[in-house]
């Protein structure tokens, strides 16, 4: 009863109600008492004891009223609350007359369009996933006999130098349509939903070492150095498989930008509530206007001067990262370099 009262009374429109009829009654017993003693010369006991009765019975009525109210506003916002944490077929009990039953009406209706609306965008997106990967199953059969011709075009050129050099530029070509078409495959099904990640407790130290492993031939040919730094007994909750595929994209994008002789720094640290990963260059930089674009598919600085990039290394990163609950954070200087941040939330 009395955390009822609290919970009605919190509301000031309630109270200021409740006061106001207090202050009626009052002011009606003031009055009353007045024509009683200017009839009587005296105060009227009796008339005192029935006002204060029909304010009893007056506060009553209303508080019941709307302590009832209050039930069926705290019913509505339990069914909302549930519909928001994912229960789609959460409804607001509406089988009355009324301004507030009308509200719950409209409620429920607008949970019915939004579930509609959800539906298609799943079905649209099922069927973009469905696209894409068909024309990606139809883009390898073409893609695998064109590397066997050129490949045995590489083998008859012989001596002809410039049918050689077509040919090699022809496979660097067709090796880019490849990455193409699988960065697009993995995009789509990330958008649809459709990836099931086979989470597991996994050792960061160990992951960061099999991306360095992954990059060990280039930074030869490139002259460039990897460097890892972080704990050894540090474990995050995360699809190994997939997580690597996203820190690999950002590793990639800051050997691409940095000159020969260049270091790129893996760093990770456990924090209070969040691991963190940081991929640090020391190369060319990304200009301010870049900054708030370099995460759409396909974007292309007029600043860069990489042609081979296809655009979606960075977007496929940051859809993995947000996949895993996480936030990727950029911070770069032109000329000095480049730090992409990744924070993700350790399990509970």
Known sequence: ???????????????????????????????????????????????????????????????????????????AVSQINAYL????????????????????????SLAAVLNAH??????????????????????????????????????EAGELPNIKEFAALSEQELDRIETLVQSLLKIAKLDAGSIVF????????DMMQDVKQHFIY???????????SGSGDILLFCDRNWLEEAINNMVKNALDHTAVGGTVRIE????????????????????????????????RSRFSKDRQGLGLGLPLAKAIVEAH????????EVGKGTSFTVNFPKRV
């Not at 944490?85 to 429920?108: M, Q």
């Not at 990967?133 to 083998?155: F, M, R």
């Open 268 to 299: 990770w640290k456990a924090l209070s509530d969040v691991v963190q990963i940081a991929v640090t260059d020391n190369g060319c930089g990304i200009h301010p206007e870049d900054l708030h674009h370099i995460f759409k598919r396909f974007y």
């Open 85 to 108: 944490a994912g229960d789609v077929n959460a409804r607001i009990e509406c089988d009355d007359e009324g301004a507030l039953y009308r509200l719950f009406h409209s409620v429920n």
């Open 218 to 228: 280039r930074d030869r040919q490139e002259q460039k150095k990897i460097i890892l």
């Open 1 to 75: 009863m009395e955390l009822c009262l609290m919970n009605l009374f919190v509301n000031k429109d309630i109270r200021r109600f409740f006061f106001a009829i207090s202050a009626v009654w009052v002011n009606f017993l003031v009055l009353a008492q007045a024509a009683v003693w200017m009839l009587c010369r005296k105060l009227s006991l009796g008339l005192l004891l029935l006002s204060f009765l029909a304010l009893s019975a007056v506060w009553t009525v209303c508080f019941l009223y709307f302590a009832r109210q209050d039930k069926r506003l705290e019913d």
């Open 198 to 205: 086979e989470k597991n407790m996994e050792n960061v130290a």
């Open 118 to 155: 959800a539906a298609k965008e799943a079905g649209e997106k099922e069927i973009l996933k469905n696209t894409i990967s068909d024309i990606s199953h139809q883009l390898k059969t073409p893609l695998a006999a064109l590397n066997i011709y050129n490949g045995l075009l590489q083998e």
């Open 325 to 332: 609950s996480g936030t990727i954070e950029t911070d770069s």
